[in-house]
């Protein structure tokens, strides 16, 4: 169960059965998934068993973003427990352009912090820059680009990979998508 964080406008807790009708409306907007894995939800029933999969009983580090005087999720933040500490968010639509990704972003990473996490990474594809500006205000640098098969979409994707450490080795770079993807290269003027 993750912590509850709380910042100027959001709490962050985790998700609970009552909330299967807000992870429905952010799971099955196109628009908000558009640059996701997943394809939209179509009914209630595949948000309970999404609910199921990804957020009952779940780990350490995933959240529900709510607005702090609503406490109803309007989106979310996860962080992978690989070896990537891949960070993830998405807000519904009409959250969007507020600031409100960042500022959520910024308390989670705030956490890891705390609890000695050494670094965080993120990928956004390259035509979602809206992502990528997002890792960049967290002060996330850009270290690579690579081209995956996506799945289950099954399409291919160029992921620009940002990465922030922060235990004060200014040197790692996480480089297993580099190194799993034949694909790759780094852009210049990023």
């Known amino acids: 169960m993750p912590p509850e964080l709380k910042t100027e406008r959001l709490l962050l807790r985790a ?13 099955s907007d196109a628009e908000v998934n558009r640059f996701l ?22 780990g350490e580090y995933r959240w529900a973003v709510c607005l702090r005087d609503e406490n109803v999720p ?14 993830g968010y998405a807000l519904g639509r009409a959250y969007w352009g507020r600031g409100l990704a960042t500022e959520a972003c910024r308390a989670v ?13 993120a990928t ?10 997002v890792m960049q205000k967290l002060g996330m640098r850009y270290q690579y ?16 990979l940002y990465q922030l450490n922060l235990d ?9 998508y580099w190194e799993l993807y034949p694909e790759h290269h780094i852009e210049k003027n990023l």
């Open 15 to 27: 998700f609970t059965r009552n909330d299967i009708e807000s992870i429905f409306a952010i799971y």
């Open 37 to 58: 894995p997943w394809y939209p939800l179509r009914t209630l029933e595949e948000a309970g068993r999404l609910y199921e999969e990804r957020y009952a009983g779940a």
């Open 74 to 87: 309007v989106g979310y933040v996860h962080v992978s427990a690989d070896g990537s500490h891949d960070l």
């Open 109 to 121: 990473i705030d956490r890891l912090r705390m609890d000695g996490v050494p670094f965080v990474t």
């Open 124 to 133: 956004h594809d390259v035509n979602n820059p809206g992502s990528g500006r």
């Open 145 to 160: 680009t690579y081209r995956e098969q996506w799945q289950p979409k099954n399409i291919p994707v160029q992921f620009r």
């Open 168 to 176: 004060g080795n200014t040197d790692r770079v996480y480089r297993k």
